[in-house]
């Protein structure tokens, strides 16, 4: 992940240059859901999932497994049913997951177009973490990396405003009604 860059300088008539380390087959992977109820506090319930390091591992990604495990893990915090609002990735169509949401009463799903980013309160949420705890560092290790990425995830988390202003960014309110039952 190359580090987003907000300040730097250099000598007068010199333009700045920025030294990053190669890429390295480290990958990490974030999912979160935005989670919105009228009169309580917003939420943000997120899991971070460290892959492999070399280049022979299978997935590199969320399996649709672990997003059902996250699914289960916000029924349990939430306590009540969820709406998925989600954007077109492959693993939120896979068909195991699918019918893990279909065999569920408490779940209810929503596809966003096939490009809306801007619908979408989480993207919001990643902008804000990578203008928080990524600016200006480098990281050594991959460690450091993630540990950085929770302590980020958590300042967000615990301010149900900046969680708020993600959904308020979207345009999109919570005084949808509820599709009917045929």
């Given at each position: 992940m190359t580090p987003p860059t907000r300040k730097t300088w250099s000598r007068r008539g010199r333009t700045p240059l920025i030294r990053i380390r190669g890429r390295s087959q480290r990958r990490f992977s974030l999912a979160a859901l935005a989670?919105?109820?009228?009169?309580?506090?917003?939420?943000?319930?997120?899991?971070p999932k460290?892959?492999?390091?070399?280049?022979?591992?299978?997935?590199r990604s969320f399996a649709w497994s672990d997003y059902r495990d996250l699914l289960t893990t916000a029924h349990?915090?939430?306590?009540?049913?969820?709406?998925?609002?989600?954007?077109?990735?492959?693993?939120h169509r896979d068909k195991r997951l699918k019918a893990?949401?279909?065999a569920s009463a408490r779940l209810t799903v929503f596809y966003l177009l096939a490009y809306a980013p801007d619908l979408n309160p989480v993207e919001t949420a990643w902008s804000l973490l990578r203008r928080s705890?990524?600016?200006?560092?480098?990281?050594?290790?991959?460690?450091?990396?993630?540990t950085t990425l929770r302590q980020g995830l958590r300042k967000i988390q615990y301010?149900?405003?900046?969680?708020?202003?993600?959904?308020?960014?979207?345009?999109?309110?919570?005084?949808?009604?509820?599709p009917k039952a045929r």
């Open positions: 989670c919105y109820r009228p009169g309580e506090r917003s939420r943000l319930i997120y899991r460290r892959h492999p390091d070399h280049k022979s591992a299978q997935r349990q915090q939430l306590n009540g049913p969820i709406v998925l609002v989600w954007d077109n990735l492959n693993v893990f949401v279909d705890s990524q600016t200006n560092r480098h990281f050594t290790e991959p460690d450091q990396l993630l301010r149900s405003d900046l969680i708020n202003s993600c959904l308020a960014a979207t345009g999109l309110t919570l005084t949808t009604s509820r």
